[in-house]
C-alpha cells in the first residue's frame, strides 16, 4: 500500500492542470478544477511560485508553469547512458526467449556491438563485445536506416563494402530500401542469414528522448533454433523491450 501525503498529492495536481493550460487559470478555476477550497489553492500556489515552479502574470493574474520542470527533465535525460538503461530489460529478453541479446550503437556505416546477453545453449553465437559490422546487412543496422532520410541511406550505402557474404545478403539498393519501409512499417528487421549462413537475427530500434534512433536490441541465434515459425514471436519480445528501453531514454512516442 503506497503512502499517499494529501499535500503532495494536491499540489503535483495542481502542475498537471496547468500543464495543460498555456495561458494559465486563475486561482478560483484551479480550485473547481481540482476541486478544493481557494484558500488551499492559494497556499499551495504560493510555495511553487517559491519554489519556482510556477509563476503569476503581472497583467492577467493567472498561474502557469515555469520552465523548471523541464529544466529537471532535461537533467535527468542528460545522465541517461544507452548501455546501463538497457541491461536489465536485455537481460529480460534474453530470458524470455533463451537466445543470445546484443545491444548496438551506429559508428558511421558500421554497427559496434557494445553489450551482449548470453544465453545458456550448446551453440553460442560468435561475436564480441566491440565488433563491427556493416548497418546494410544486419537486423540492428537495417533498423536504425529505416528511420533515416533517403539521401542519408543512399550515403551510407555508397561508401559502404557491398558484399555477397551468403545467397540471402541483399547487394541491390532499389530492393534494400523496399526492405527498409517493410522495417520501417513493421518495427523490427530480420537478418534472414543475410550477414552468415545459419544465423537470423531480429532486430528493433531504441530511440532517445527527441524521437530519434539511438541504437538497436536484437536476439540472434541458429535457425535451427530461430525458425522461420517462431520470428513473428521473437519480434514481438524484442519490440516490447526496445519500447521499454526507449522510455528509460526519455522517449514518448508509441
Known sequence: MIDVV??????????????????GLGVTEIGVMVNLHKSTVHRLLGTLIYKGFVIQDASTNKYKL????????????????????????TERLMKTVNEVV?????????????????????IRMASTIGR????????????ILAYLPDKEIES?????KIEKMTEYTITDLEVFKRNLKEVEEKGYAVDNEENELGV?????????H?????GAISVSGPT????????????????KYAHLISNELGYRGD
Open 6 to 23: 494529501q499535500s503532495v498529492d494536491r499540489t503535483l495536481s495542481i502542475l498537471e492542470l496547468l500543464s495543460n493550460y498555456d495561458e
Open 66 to 89: 515555469s520552465l523548471k520542470l523541464y529544466e529537471l527533465g532535461c537533467k535527468r535525460i542528460a545522465n541517461v547512458d544507452i548501455f546501463k538503461s538497457s541491461k536489465p530489460y
Open 102 to 122: 546484443h545491444l548496438v550503437i551506429r559508428d558511421e556505416n558500421d554497427i559496434v556491438y557494445i553489450d551482449k546477453v548470453e544465453a545458456d545453449n550448446t
Open 132 to 143: 563491427r559490422s556493416p548497418l546494410y546487412r544486419t537486423s540492428v543496422g537495417k533498423v
Open 156 to 160: 551510407v550505402w555508397e561508401n559502404s
Open 200 to 208: 537470423r537475427c531480429i532486430g528493433a530500434p531504441v530511440f532517445n
Open 210 to 214: 527527441t524521437g530519434s534512433v539511438e
Open 224 to 239: 535451427i533454433r530461430v525458425t522461420r515459425d517462431r520470428i513473428e514471436e521473437i519480434a514481438n519480445e524484442v519490440k
